[in-house]
Nanobody, 125 residues
Framework: VQLQASGGGLVQAGGSLRLSCAAS????????MGWFRQAPGKEREFVAV????????FYADSVKGRFTISRGNAKNTVNLQMNSLKPEDTAVYYC???????????????????WGQGTLVTVSS
């Protein structure tokens, strides 16, 4: 599975951005797609996850109510709509695919087998 993330950029606080992640290759059997972010000097942090069917979503407390993960119009695409952005949302955002259900929660990075290259989001104050 190959993942291509896009949509990052520079935005003022309070603004919005939409990230997209396009999956290609052998996507059959994909269980979920998640978004993570990593700010300079910090560990990679869970943001949101959606099961591949779109039936279930889960968000980090820090983005709940501001970010929405959803299936895109294009095939095998997942979007992350980010509203009311804050300077602390500044980070490189990564999409990732989990290819099995398992017992570990999807907020754990190690359950994801495939990662995109990341897209930079910068929120100015």
């Amino acid at each position: 599975v190959q993942l291509q993330a896009s949509g990052g950029g520079l935005v003022q606080a309070g603004g919005s951005l939409r990230l997209s992640c396009a999956a290609s290759g052998r996507t059959i059997g994909t269980y979920a797609m998640g978004w993570f972010r990593q700010a300079p000097g910090k560990e990679r942090e869970f943001v949101a996850v959606m099961t591949w069917t779109g039936a279930d979503t889960f968000y980090a407390d820090s983005v709940k109510g501001r970010f929405t993960i959803s299936r895109g119009n294009a095939k095998n695409t997942v979007n992350l709509q980010m509203n009311s952005l804050k300077p602390e949302d500044t980070a490189v955002y990564y999409c990732a695919v989990r290819d099995y259900s398992g017992s570990e929660h999807s907020r754990v990075p190690s359950v994801y087998a495939y990662w995109g290259q990341g897209t930079l989001v910068t929120v100015s104050s």
